[in-house]
């Protein structure tokens, strides 16, 4: 064999690798998505989904679990939607390039670095014990919408730069203000791509765990929150309570649990990609 | 009446902006101030020399090392295991994968970084581990491999994606020159697309570190609640993550030295990531300026 023929070999055997690597991280999440499957799909019914927490594994269900993860999902897009919004408008649209919009930036791309549970420390400190709102839904959602906060106005910023600059001129030149123009004509330009954005970092939020444990989020609440100062539980941590505990029938309710989980979050990725689509197609 | 209205809209837009400093600003006093109280009553040299940390129990130490160890060991792991897939999938899919297989296997492969981590903790303990033990007798039920192992599927699309970015990025005519000069495909990803790329591929590979390290559920879960000065894969750990867990679940009363241990394990985590994430930054900062 020369050596052309020994390099040939190599790319095909390297193509054969590079194939086997997707594959395998592919595959490996279909196993682990059939596998909870197996383990949980049998359990879940209406039941499950409206029955209280219980000592006992097949009385337990769902219900306050999530109900706390629909009131901190609501919550935290009341808070951080018009927050990270508006910062990205400020930072693409009005931040000058001096030093001081530069701070900005590398500041925001640091919090986007930060690990979720330092989240939780500030959110325990600033809002549970300084601000003195408790362990409650809106202390949680306060600290999942700092989280948020950076993936956001990413978001924002890059959706915006999409946006043609022939549009704003135009805008421009019929007489309109800067915030005219931004208001009517690039937002909308550009809503695609910021709902994009928004959708992920929610389907992020509602995913979090370890922030909320740390903010005093408990695994076991008798009853659904009715205001944003009760106390509440969300699906991860009411998951998380279930695969910590020794008996079987707590592992096939979190398997049942994370089902769901995992369909609340999949079809948010997917309304994000759809809407994505969709503005890319727009744009062009 | 025009005018002030927009200097109105102005001001509060820039309101928004600067919560993010607050909010920085808030992570850093909070930690620093905790952090501060601890150190007033904790050796700092303790900390950072001990190697038991056994704060809830009766007798106390406060050495940060297992914490740091079982943190480092599993992050170890991760990147062991993500760094030659996700360098492999990125290449892959730039060099050598069909257009439509791209488009369609990246947002699939991203799903992975999607999926809550607590559920990647319930595989590791219930699928990973009793797997493992079958090849491996002497695992421990909590152990930091396969914390570790699942971890690094979970950031195999942070290192796969961001480096495809990059190496997508490189302009063809390096290829169609290397390809001209006679090389193959992988002659010319290694030694032309990939060094190309080299900055873009660090800073996947930082914010892969950084996100193993950060990282909290999976470990809580998999890794067990041990602190232990240790290299062994096989035995429980505790990492900085998974211990402020252990502790936000008890009952430790607001000020106590327990209570503050959470801040001082809280800042040491977040040095580290602080670094990384700056590190990240600088590189990308230098590397789009040489493409621009």
Same mark, same amino acid.
């Given at each position: 064999m020369n050596s052309i023929q020994k390099n040939r070999l190599k790319d095909q055997l390297f193509k054969v690798w590079g194939i086997g690597c997707t594959l395998f991280g592919l595959i490996l999440l279909a196993v682990f998505i059939g596998d909870i499957l197996i383990d949980g799909i049998m359990r879940i019914d209406w039941k499950f989904i409206i029955d209280l927490p219980s000592r006992k594994p097949e009385k337990a269900g769902i219900y306050t679990a999530l109900m706390g993860s629909i009131w901190i999902l609501l919550l935290t897009t009341v808070i951080a939607f018009p927050v990270g919004v508006a910062a990205g408008v400020y930072l693409e649209e &009005? +931040? #000058? #390039?001096?030093k001081f919009s530069a701070i900005l930036e590398i500041n925001i791309s640091n919090l986007a670095g930060v690990p979720s549970i330092i989240y939780g420390l500030l959110g325990l400190e @600033?809002? @549970?014990?300084?601000?003195? =709102? +408790?362990? *409650?839904v809106l202390a949680g959602s306060l600290t999942l919408s700092l989280l948020i906060l950076p993936i956001i106005i990413v978001a924002t910023r890059e959706a915006i730069k999409a946006v043609p600059k022939t549009v704003k001129d135009a805008s421009f030149a019929l007489g309109a203000s800067k915030w005219q123009t931004i208001w009517n004509q690039v937002l909308p330009a550009s809503s695609g791509g910021i709902l994009t954005g928004v959708i992920l970092a929610l389907s992020r939020a509602v995913g979090e765990t370890a922030p909320l444990i740390v903010v +005093?989020? =408990?695994? &076991?609440?008798p009853f659904a929150p009715e205001s944003p100062m009760d106390e509440f539980s969300v699906l991860p941590i009411q998951i998380f309570n279930w695969i910590s505990r020794p008996q079987h029938g707590f592992i096939e309710n979190a398997a049942a649990a994370i089902i769901i989980l995992l369909l609340i979050t999949f079809v948010m990725n997917g309304i994000a990609v759809y809407f994505r689509n969709k503005w890319q197609k727009k744009l062009k | 009446m025009r005018k002030i209205k927009e200097l109105v809209i102005e001001k509060s837009l820039l309101l928004s902006a600067l919560i993010t400093i607050a909010i920085t600003i808030g992570i850093v006093l909070v930690l620093a101030i905790e952090a501060f109280h601890f150190f007033s009553e904790v050796s700092i040299i303790d900390f950072f020399t001990d190697t038991q940390w056994t !704060?809830?129990?009766?007798?106390k130490h406060y050495g940060i090392l297992p914490l740091l160890s079982g943190t480092l060991l599993t992050s170890f792991i991760a990147i062991s295991v993500a760094l030659p897939i996700g360098l492999s999938i990125s290449i892959y899919l730039s060099e050598y994968a069909p257009k439509n297989f791209r488009k369609v296997v990246k947002p699939l492969l991203e799903l992975l970084a999607a999926v809550p981590t607590v559920v990647y903790g319930f595989f590791a303990l219930i699928v990973v581990t009793p797997f493992l033990q079958q090849i491996i !007798?002497?695992? *421990?039920?909590?152990? *930091?491999l396969s914390a570790g192992f699942v971890m690094g599927i979970m950031i195999i699309p942070y290192i796969s994606s961001i480096s495809e970015d990059a190496l997508h990025a490189v302009p063809n005519t390096l290829r169609e020159a290397s390809f001209g000069m006679g090389a193959t495909k992988l002659q010319t990803a290694f030694k032309v697309v990939v060094p190309a790329a080299s900055s873009g591929i660090i800073v996947s590979i930082i914010l892969a570190i950084s996100r193993a390290i950060g990282e909290t559920m999976i470990v809580a879960v998999a890794a067990g609640q041990q602190p232990r000065l240790t290299l062994d894969p096989t035995v429980p750990v505790e990492t900085i993550t998974a211990y402020i867990v252990q502790v936000s679940l008890g009952d430790v009363e607001h000020g106590s030295v327990e209570y503050r241990t959470i801040f001082a394990a809280g800042i040491t985590l977040f040095v580290f990531t602080f670094l990384l994430n700056t590190l990240s930054y600088r590189i990308r900062k230098k590397y789009q300026e040489r493409y621009e």
């Open positions: &009005y +931040g #000058k #390039k001096n @600033v809002f @549970v014990r300084i601000m003195s =709102l +408790g362990a *409650s +005093g989020a =408990l695994a &076991y609440v | !704060p809830l129990f009766a007798d !007798p002497g695992l *421990s039920g909590f152990n *930091s």
